[in-house]
């Protein structure tokens, strides 16, 4: 506080032109003071003008005042030099490197206090007081301090831009519009600010809304994982009463299903929270970019906010809060209802359910994605698929590292395995498909079954036994002379999509879902599927009708 007296008190015994302490006062008729070189050059300069002001009031004198000591002002200094009363204001005063400096501060100079847009120049605060004084200068648009100034000003006339010229998008003075920019659709620059300001309010309305939807989301999700938690505990209660009846032939049993909910539950409520995580992350980006959008609506400076106002355009569309499925509290109970079946039923109909069981624990169904959209979406679930010699008819050549398969005339020289098949130009993956999984297929065929399979299908026997599509362990669309039809277990399904020589399917285990798409320049549904899937599955293709017609897992990227 002392500091702070001591330098206003400096401040009053220093010359507004050297911004020193005063030498030789002398004192104008208008009661300002300043040292006597200070003002004699400065109204030097004024000499051609025939006028002569005070550099502070702006009161003119004519004729040019002689200048008379003030006695009492310079032993006042002197008494106060003795106190200690140094020479200069104190350091954070004058302008450093990274300050905006006043530009009628002469020798070492002060921070600007303000900055005027209209001068346009920056002023300390004893430079600024004319523009509290006198009438003139009051109208003048004072800013905080800026370095941007000379940015204000055309480069082609030299005055000050308070236009702008929407036909071009750039900020003008008033000889641009009746020069250059004529004929064009020129506004005021505080018309265009009015008018982006509208546009940016209605933008922070937009962003606000979302936050808001999105934490409506977050404590959605939050009462689900709590509904699965309370639901999960309940089954397990449940499940181990039942289990404790049957002590030594459901013991183990028990434990496993025991371990396997807590295992989905865990699964489930893992991926609510990633959710949560990327929805509380979009919450924090968009208060980020309400807060951006809040500071620069408060730039006095209309030629900054110009330049550096983004464009106003509708916000990136995410994920909608719809998207977000909440069943009601059953997660569990296909567990609990099929635990109580077993308890009327002995070993041997636990050894036959026990696959049941098993896979209805995965039906606690809370979709928190939508399938993918774009083909870049769906290649994040590529999986690499080979088809399986073994699996492959006799009349089938496999080649490509056995990605491709092409019918051939006469049968090839494959030895004798269980698993191939016999009847039908069919051939199954090497690998299983579980989890979440896309592949693409592409032929030069006339007739073509694209399918997904059980690896214990019949080798052997009918189209019903061992068919793709002629059973309930199949799910094949077949594509045959332009025309598309879906089949599954001897039912047949048009469909009316277009036709490509390329599908992309997409396999969700988990969920019970199987799409097929026709890819082009896009990605366009032809079928969806909704089951439940009581084992892994397996990549199938049947060339049929013609020799010499070949269909290829494709590599894609």
């Not at 120049?121 to 800013?143: F, I, M, N």
């Not at 938690?229 to 404790?244: G, P, R």
């Not at 609510?272 to 609506?297: N, V």
């Not at 097929?516 to 089951?531: A, G, I, P, W």
Request: proline share 4%; hydrophobic share 30%.
């Amino acid at each position: 506080m002392a500091q702070q007296e001591n330098q206003l008190e400096q401040l009053k015994f220093c010359c507004s032109i050297c911004l020193d302490l005063l030498k030789d006062p002398v004192t104008l008729p208008c009661g300002h003071s300043y040292c006597r070189n200070c003002i004699k050059g400065f109204w030097d300069g004024e000499d051609q003008k025939g006028i002569h002001s005070c550099p502070q009031c702006r009161k003119t004198f004519t004729p040019r005042p002689v200048l008379e000591k003030s006695t009492m002002l310079a032993d006042l200094l002197e008494e106060l030099k003795k106190t200690g009363l140094q020479a200069a204001p104190a350091d954070h005063c004058y302008a450093g490197a990274e300050d905006v400096a006043c530009d009628f501060c002469s020798g070492r100079k002060l921070k600007a206090f303000k900055s005027c847009l209209t001068c346009p120049a920056s002023y300390c605060e004893k430079h600024l007081q004319p523009h509290y004084d006198v009438a003139p200068l009051k109208k003048h648009k004072l800013v905080e301090p800026s370095k941007n100034l000379q940015e204000n000003i055309c480069s082609l006339h030299d005055e000050v831009m308070k236009m702008f010229c929407r036909s071009d998008q750039k900020s003008i003075c008033y000889l641009c519009s009746v020069e250059e920019h004529k004929g064009h659709d020129t506004v005021s620059a505080a018309a265009e600010r009015t008018e982006r300001q509208r546009k940016l309010e209605g933008s922070r309305q937009q962003i606000q809304q979302r936050v808001q939807d999105r934490e409506k989301d977050v404590k959605l999700l939050q009462q689900e994982v709590e509904a699965i938690n309370q639901s999960a505990d309940k089954t397990v209660e449940h499940s181990e009463k039942i289990f404790t009846e049957l002590i030594r032939l459901l013991q183990k049993r028990s434990s496993e299903v025991k371990q396997q909910i807590r295992s989905q539950q865990e699964t489930e409520v893992s991926r609510i929270k990633e959710l949560q995580e990327k929805l509380e992350q979009e919450i924090t980006e968009l208060q980020r970019k309400d807060a951006e959008l809040q500071q620069l609506s408060h730039t006095e400076d209309h030629i900054q906010f110009l330049q550096n106002c983004p464009s106003v355009s509708a916000l990136r569309e995410s994920t909608p809060s719809s998207s977000i499925k909440i069943r009601p509290l059953r997660h569990f109970e296909a567990v609990a209802a099929a635990v109580s079946e077993l308890r009327e039923k002995l070993q041997d109909i636990l050894r036959e359910e026990w696959t049941n069981i098993s896979l209805r624990g995965t039906e606690v169904d809370v979709l928190l994605s939508e399938p993918p959209k774009s083909r870049a979406d769906f290649l994040k679930y590529s999986c690499k698929i080979t088809l399986d010699p073994n699996t492959a008819h006799r009349y089938l050549l496999l080649s490509e590292g056995n990605r491709k398969v092409t019918l051939m005339k006469q049968e090839q020289s494959y030895s004798d395995h269980p698993d191939r098949f016999t009847e039908w130009w069919q051939v199954l993956s090497r690998e299983s498909l579980t989890g979440r999984c896309y592949w693409e297929v592409e032929w030069e065929a006339e007739a073509v079954y694209v399918a997904v399979a059980y690896k214990n299908i019949s080798r052997a026997g009918s189209w019903r036994d061992c068919g793709f599509g002629g059973n309930d362990k199949t799910w094949t669309l077949y594509y045959n002379f332009d025309n598309l039809e879906f089949l599954h277990n001897n039912m047949k399904t048009s469909i009316s999509g277009p036709v490509s020589s390329r599908v992309g399917v997409y396999l969700d285990h988990r969920a019970g879902i199987l799409s097929f798409y026709s890819v082009s320049e896009t990605m366009t549904l032809l079928h969806r599927v909704q089951t439940t899937f009581t084992q892994p599955l397996y990549a199938g293709i049947c060339v049929y009708l013609i020799p010499g017609d070949s269909v290829e897992l494709c590599k894609v990227k």
